[in-house]
Every structure is written in structure tokens, then in C-alpha cells.
């Protein structure tokens, strides 16, 4: 008992002056900007893929099906298209820096006329794949809006976009290519992101 006292106590004691992390200790950490430098809240960011090229551009809302508003958020197909800037804030703090692995209430910066609000949702339809949106039910009529929040988490060398129904139930976030666009849809295959600040 005494020696099984002596080892937890020495491990411990090794843990907290070589900064181990145990297994209670805060796994979360700052996202950063393609810059190296860390994202806030009261800052503005374009959404790009990691690595440029033929993957396309930068997130953006736009019109698909029989919509007459932009409350669809797309990936652009032009490379070179940044697509437009977006506000990340974590729940109940309009300011501070962002961190991984927190749940996130996600914004473009500038909102359509046409829509009630810029604020990004997830949709459920007759479209083969859960996707994303922006607006309430009063901008997808007939269609289920899911209850949630999203999450930045490291992916490979980037960050990737979970959408969580609830804290037990997260799903990553793609692209769904079809005639309309390549939309952000849930999915098993996540696409590798960076973050580029806008202003």
C-alpha cells in the first residue's frame, strides 16, 4: 500500500514539474490563422482549404435548388476566390480568442438582405447529405433545422469543422459536390481548412 502510495505520489509530483498533461488537464488549444497568429472573436476570417489549387476557393453563401436567397453555404470553385469572411464566437462571449475543441456559434460577417440572420445552421432535406446553412426555419421552409453547435478541431496539418447535435454526437464537415455547387454538407470525410484573416 505504502509503495503504490509512493508511486502515484512520485508521478504526480514527475507530471507537474516536466508539464505533462494528465489526463484532467485542458486538451484544447489557440487555433491560429495561416499566419501562426491566434483567432478571435472580434476578428473577421476567411474559411480556405489548406492546401490551394484545383480544391477550389473559400467558403461562401449562395442560392441552389428552388431558393430565392443565398442561405446555402458553398465552397467557391474558383481557386483564387476567398469567398467571404466569417465571425467565429464561443457561446454566451461576443470577444476572446478561440480555442479548439469549444463550442462555437459560427457567422458571416456580412448577412444577406433577403435573410434573417448570417448565423451558419445545419439543414435537413431531400438533399442526399446534411448540410449547412445559414438563417433560422423561417429561411428553409419545409425543411428540419438540427439543434447544435460547431467545433474547430486540429485535422492533420490544419483544422477541420464539426457540427455537434449534442455533446455525445458530432459530425465532421466535407464537401458535397453536385450541378448546384459543392456545399458543406456532414459527412465521414472531413476537408482540411485554414483560416486567413480577413480584418
Same mark, same amino acid.
Given at each position: ?6 508511486l502515484?505520489?512520485s ?5 507537474f514539474?516536466t508539464?505533462?498533461p494528465?489526463?484532467f488537464?485542458d ?7 495561416s499566419?501562426?497568429r491566434?483567432i ?9 482549404p ?8 473559400? =467558403? ?5 435548388g428552388?431558393?430565392k436567397c ?14 467571404q469572411t466569417v465571425k467565429?464566437s ?7 480568442t ?6 462555437l456559434?459560427?457567422a458571416f460577417a ?11 445552421v445545419?439543414?435537413s ?6 448540410w449547412?446553412g445559414i438563417?433560422?426555419?423561417e ?5 428540419k433545422i ?6 474547430i478541431e486540429?485535422?492533420d ?8 447535435a449534442?455533446t455525445?454526437?458530432?459530425?465532421n ?11 458543406? =454538407?456532414l ?12 480584418s
Amino acid at each position: 500500500m505504502k509503495v503504490a502510495l509512493s508511486l502515484t505520489l512520485s508521478f504526480f509530483l514527475f507530471a507537474f514539474t516536466t508539464n505533462l498533461p494528465l489526463a484532467f488537464s485542458d486538451v484544447s488549444e489557440k487555433v491560429v490563422d495561416s499566419q501562426g497568429r491566434p483567432i478571435y472573436s472580434a476578428a473577421k476570417y476567411y474559411i480556405l482549404p489548406f492546401f490551394s489549387g484545383p480544391t477550389g476557393g473559400g =467558403v461562401a453563401v449562395g442560392k441552389v435548388g428552388n431558393s430565392k436567397c443565398d442561405v446555402t453555404v458553398l465552397q467557391t470553385n474558383d481557386e483564387s476566390d476567398r469567398g467571404q469572411t466569417v465571425k467565429f464566437s464561443t457561446l454566451g462571449t461576443s470577444s476572446g480568442t478561440i480555442f479548439t475543441d469549444t463550442p462555437l456559434d459560427i457567422a458571416f460577417a456580412d448577412k444577406p438582405l433577403c435573410a434573417s440572420s448570417s448565423k451558419w445552421v445545419v439543414v435537413s432535406d431531400n438533399f442526399p447529405e446534411t448540410w449547412v446553412g445559414i438563417g433560422g426555419a423561417e429561411d428553409h421552409p419545409g425543411k428540419k433545422i438540427m439543434a447544435g453547435t460547431f467545433k474547430i478541431e486540429k485535422f492533420d496539418v490544419g483544422y477541420k469543422l464539426v457540427f455537434c447535435a449534442t455533446t455525445t454526437t458530432c459530425y465532421n464537415i466535407g464537401r458535397h459536390d453536385d450541378v448546384e455547387g459543392r456545399r458543406l =454538407v456532414l459527412t465521414n470525410n472531413p476537408f482540411q481548412f485554414s483560416f486567413n484573416y480577413g480584418s
